[in-house]
């Protein structure tokens, strides 16, 4: 029986119109599996930036305001910095006068009751050793100023004026929070002589990554810094379980694309982001994307079972041609 299938198949094949058929039916096929992949593609293409678009404008709301406030920071770090009697602090071997130090304070007071975001400022003499902030007053020494874990950023300036970054700030013996704190280089005279740190309620500053208008969409929202670590977290009942690790690695993935897409313990999940140009913070949304997959695929099953029907009839027409037209 297989020979007699194989002589028929060969016969078959030395017929110019079966040769013909099979030709454009192969033709056929691979022309609609073409257009099957490229329209799954566009669809989804497509469908995607509708749905990032909101993402994309939110994003940049929300980082146009907490860049405002951090520019706003700086300016005033900026004015400590050029202050005369702080000039006079950092230049005085008389550390403790009682009017310099009482005019920085009041200086800083002011300041700090300005502004909705600032909850502390810090002026840190780098030759001296020593202090004077609002609310702790003077200090002679670090180990008598309650905040002070931070002075390793001074080796981390290089040639940069200005650090942000998350820590801990010590608030008493055993308390301490979470805050984003300004780094703002001093210098006279071409010389490092000290630092202002200035630093932003953690939750003042993101209060626009929470916003009634950024709850109401479906996304999970993050902040993560230069160094690829999490800054801050805004995540809504539906993706709040998403490793936060698996996040800065998908980031990381995009560079400085806008756009991306990972999967997550089987969940397609549309990443969206923006990078500000001030802080080189990176502002990530991610979007469960399921449903418009869905959507895309069936778009290309539809094309993919038109092409397998294209080849069936090929072969029913190669079929006919050989049984009937002997």
Do not use: C
């Not at 003077?138 to 100023?145: A, D, E």
């Not at 913070?281 to 993919?304: C, E, I, N, R, T």
Request: glycine share 4%.
């Amino acid at each position: 029986m297989l020979q007699s299938f194989q002589k028929w198949l060969k016969y078959s094949f030395h017929k110019t119109e079966t040769r013909l058929i099979l030709f454009l039916t192969i033709a056929v096929f691979f022309i609609i599996l073409i257009v099957s992949f490229t329209s799954y593609q566009t669809s989804k293409s497509v469908l995607q930036q509708e749905l990032n678009e909101p993402q994309q404008q939110m994003l940049q709301v929300s980082m146009d305001i907490i860049d405002n406030h951090i520019r706003e920071s700086d300016n005033i770090a900026i004015k400590v910095a050029l202050n005369t009697n702080v000039y006079k602090f950092l230049n005085s071997d008389i550390q403790n006068s009682y009017y310099v130090v009482t005019e920085i304070y009041q200086l800083l007071s002011t300041l700090i009751n300005s502004s909705s975001t600032i909850n502390s400022i810090y002026i840190y003499d780098m030759k001296h050793g020593s202090f004077v902030s609002m609310p702790y007053g003077y200090s002679s020494r670090k180990s008598t100023f309650s905040d002070s874990t931070w002075l390793g950023v001074a080796d981390e300036f290089g040639d940069k004026k200005v650090i942000v970054k998350k820590r801990n700030v010590q608030v008493g013996e055993k308390y301490n929070r979470s805050e984003i704190t300004l780094f703002r280089k001093i210098m006279i005279q071409g010389e490092f002589k000290g630092i202002v740190a200035i630093n932003l309620g953690y939750q003042d500053l993101f209060e626009p990554f929470n916003s009634p208008n950024m709850a109401k969409l479906s996304s999970a929202r993050y902040i993560i810094d230069q160094n690829n670590e999490m800054i801050y977290s805004s995540s809504t009942s539906s993706s709040e379980k998403i490793d936060s690790k698996a996040i800065v690695s998908a980031v990381s993935e995009l560079n400085e694309e806008h756009l991306g897409d990972i999967t997550y313990q089987g969940r397609q999940l549309l990443v969206s982001q923006n990078i500000s140009p001030l802080t080189g913070w990176k502002y990530v949304s991610l979007v469960p994307q399921d449903s418009l997959l869905a959507k895309s695929k069936k778009v290309g099953h539809v094309v993919l079972s038109v092409s397998i029907l294209a080849l069936l009839l090929g072969g029913v027409a190669i079929f006919y041609i050989n049984k009937y037209r002997l």
